[in-house]
C-alpha cells in the first residue's frame, strides 16, 4: 500500500471515529444561549465558542464524527463543505490540544 493509501484510510478513520468532550469538561451557556463556555474543571480554564463552535460543542458533548459535524455547519450554516471542514478541524485543534478532546469506541 502506497502513502497516499495509507493517508486516504487513516482519513476515513478519523471520519467515522466517535469524538466527545472528556468528563471533566463543563459545559456554561451565556444568557442569550447561543454561546457556549467550556470550563475544564481540572484546570479552571475557559474557552469561550461561538456560534458555530457552540453547534459543534453540543453534538461533542453527546459524541459525534467528524462527517456528522461538518454536515450540521454546512445545513445550519449554509457554508461549503471546504469550510465546514476547515472549521471543524480548527475547533478538533484547539480543544485537542487544551485536552478537552476523547476519541471512544
Known sequence: MNLAALTTAATDTMQEALLSLKPHVILE???????????????????????????????????????RLVATLMTEFRVTDDVATRDVNALLDVLAAEGLLETRE
Open 29 to 67: 451557556r451565556d444568557s442569550d444561549e447561543d454561546d457556549i463556555v467550556l470550563i475544564d474543571s481540572r484546570s479552571g480554564r475557559m474557552t469561550a465558542c461561538n456560534e458555530t463552535a457552540s453547534a459543534m460543542i453540543v453534538q461533542l458533548q453527546q459524541g459525534s464524527t467528524i462527517a
